[in-house]
């Protein structure tokens, strides 16, 4: 099992390692993936289903779940790049307090 990587303690805040941004990229990667394959399979499920049945009503709310989550993931994205800036700028350019 691998080890989390040290924080190194500041001013009432943690370094950020680069390591995280990766292990974020990947996570958002096999969500994606992960999503994709499951409306592929409910999709095909749903072909074999007869019209308006419980069946095939459950497997159409699936794929609108699916489609829900899959919209949110550039969203998500986005907000997982932008932490993992400011927190490398922050640990970079000296902190929250500034230096001079």
Same mark, same amino acid.
């Given at each position: +099992? %691998?080890?989390?990587? $040290?924080?190194?303690?500041? $001013? !009432? /805040?943690?370094?950020? /390692?680069? !390591?995280?941004?990766? &292990? %974020? %990229?990947?996570?958002?990667?096999?969500? &994606?993936?992960?999503?994709?394959?499951? %409306? *592929?399979?409910?999709?095909?499920?749903?072909? *074999?289903?007869?019209? !308006? /049945?419980?069946?095939?009503?459950? /497997?159409?709310?699936?794929? $609108? &779940?699916?489609?829900?989550? #899959?919209?949110?993931?550039?969203?998500? &994205?986005?907000?997982?790049?932008?932490?993992?800036?400011?927190?490398?700028?922050?640990?970079?350019?000296?902190?929250? #307090? #500034?230096? +001079?």
């Amino acid at each position: +099992m %691998a080890e989390r990587p $040290e924080y190194k303690k500041g $001013e !009432n /805040s943690y370094m950020v /390692s680069i !390591n995280e941004l990766g &292990a %974020a %990229a990947i996570a958002l990667v096999i969500a &994606a993936f992960l999503i994709s394959i499951g %409306a *592929t399979v409910i999709d095909e499920l749903q072909d *074999t289903q007869t019209s !308006n /049945s419980i069946a095939y009503n459950v /497997s159409t709310e699936g794929l $609108e &779940a699916m489609e829900t989550f #899959g919209n949110w993931l550039p969203i998500i &994205a986005i907000v997982v790049a932008a932490v993992v800036v400011i927190g490398l700028l922050v640990v970079y350019l000296g902190g929250l #307090g #500034g230096r +001079m």
